[in-house]
């Protein structure tokens, strides 16, 4: 089963046993949705680095939408919420 967290709204809602610190991504998979931005791509590369190296991320799943004002495409919803334990989006400028 997987979790959606809705990005506007407080997870302090959420039971502790379901929220995410740094420390709880050791051995996780994280995936990025690009928004297609400029500049995310690199705070992603970085950011990504950052986890593997220090927080001890198992893997790092990137995609990209076509454009910021688009919606990602089902097929990567699917894919990163069968496959990853987080999913961060973003945005750049």
């Known amino acids: 089963?997987?979790?959606?967290y809705n990005p506007t709204a407080s997870c302090y809602h959420e039971p502790k046993s379901q929220r995410y610190t740094l420390a709880t991504l050791t051995g996780k998979t994280v995936g990025f949705i690009d928004n297609a931005k400029p500049n995310f791509?690199?705070?992603v590369d970085d950011l990504a680095q950052l986890l593997l190296d220090r927080y001890g991320a198992a893997s790092v799943?990137?995609?990209a939408k076509r454009g910021a004002s688009m919606p990602a495409p089902e097929s990567i919803v699917?894919?990163?919420a069968e496959q990853c334990e987080l999913v961060i989006?973003?945005?750049g400028d």
């Open 89 to 91: 989006t973003g945005s």
């Open 41 to 43: 791509n690199f705070l």
């Open 1 to 4: 089963m997987s979790l959606v």
């Open 61 to 63: 799943i990137k995609r």
């Open 78 to 80: 699917d894919e990163l």
